[in-house]
Each structure stands twice: as C-alpha cells, then as structure tokens.
C-alpha cells in the first residue's frame, strides 16, 4: 500500500514523547508557580508580624497620651455648643416677651445666629465622635478584647499596653475607666449640648449622673 508500518511506529512514538516532556514542563511551571507564591507568602508573615509588635510597643504611651489629653480636649470641643443668652433692644416679641440674643461663651464676640457659627458647630460635631465619643468607645473596646486575659491574669500584649485603664479596678469591673470617663466629660460638655437658657435641666441632668 506504500505506507510503511515501521515508520507510522516511529511517529507515533515521537508524538507521546512529545505529549510527555510538555506535560513535565507545565507541571514544573506550575509547582514553581505554587513554590514561588508560598516563599511569598512566607516572606510576607514576618513584616506583618514585625508590624504588630511594633504597634503594641507604640501602644501604651499612645494611649497614655491619649487618655492625658482627651478630658481637656473634649471639653474644648464641647464648649462650642454653649451659648449665652442677653436680652436685646430689639422689638418686644408677641405676647410681650423679651428678646434675647445668644453668644458663644467662650467668644462673646460670636453670635451663635450667624453663619460662622454654624460652620464652627458641624466641626464640633464632627470632633464629637473623634473625642467625646470615639475614645471612650475605643478603650471599651480594647478592653473587651482583653477581657479573658485580664480575668485570667495570663498578661497579653494587648493587655500588658491597656494595663492603666484596668489594673486600679476590681477585676469583675475591668471596664469601668471608660465608663467613668463618659461621666466625667457629661458633666464637663455633654450638658451643655442643647441646654441653652435651661440652668436647672443642667443641674439635673449633672445630679443624675453624678449618682
């Protein structure tokens, strides 16, 4: 027939060793492939565990800082809510009432009616829960974290950088610090929020809290 049968062997013997070595090959690319992101990975564990005890070492004097600063700060941002109410020359109001008109306490030369205090007061609001609110949260919430570590008095990092918030209490009131702080900044600035003109709700509001 002109086909020679040791020829087609031959060929075909060609094409699987062919089909064999790309086989080896790819396979080799992929286990370098694998080898070369796991030696990634592995590279990338210890930056990542160097960055957290370098974080938990620049913790304790963060917060301590932190906690020296917040009381002063707070109380800072809080007082942009307090206005001070003067009577007026202008016309009386309906029902024979007098006219009043409110002033920044801390800057009697700002009229809490004007534009500029408005833009002063969305900023306080905003620092209201970078401060007033933001810090107490954020110590709760690391002392919660530590919460097992300081019941067991197995110290953690964590607790070890937190220990100044805690380690004056109890252990069963392991978080009473940031709630003594909230105390503390209600009866700084908080009761001034929305209090304008109103001493006894003040007054009232500073009892309840201080019970």
């Not at 004007?114 to 306080?124: G, I, K, L, N, S």
């Not at 019941?151 to 009131?173: C, G, I, M, N, Q």
Request: charged fraction near 20%; hydrophobic fraction near 45%; proline fraction near 6%.
């Amino acid at each position: 027939s002109g086909l020679d049968p040791t020829g087609l062997v031959r060929s075909e013997t060609l094409r699987q060793e062919y089909l064999r070595r790309t086989q080896v090959s790819a396979a080799g690319t992929a286990e370098g492939k694998g080898g070369a992101d796991a030696a990634e990975g592995e590279g990338e564990r210890p930056i990542r565990a160097a960055l957290w005890r370098g974080l938990l070492r620049a913790l304790p004097l963060a917060l301590a800082l932190q906690f020296f600063l917040v009381t002063s700060t707070s109380t800072r941002i809080l007082r942009t809510f307090n206005c001070i109410e003067f009577p007026t020359r202008d016309a009386a109001l309906p029902g024979g009432q007098e006219p009043y008109r409110a002033y920044l306490a801390d800057d009697l030369s700002l009229d809490c009616s004007t534009p500029e205090y408005a833009t002063a007061q969305r900023w306080a609001y905003v620092l209201l829960f970078v401060w007033p609110i933001g810090v107490p949260l954020l110590y709760l919430g690391l002392l919660l974290a530590s919460r097992r570590s300081i019941v067991t008095h197995r110290p953690s990092p964590l607790s070890r950088a937190t220990d100044f918030l805690w380690k004056e209490y109890e252990e069963r009131a392991f978080y009473w610090e940031p709630l003594d702080l909230v105390r503390k900044l209600t009866l700084t600035g908080f009761v001034l929020i929305n209090t304008q003109g109103s001493k006894q709700l003040r007054v009232i509001i500073a009892l309840l809290v201080s019970m």
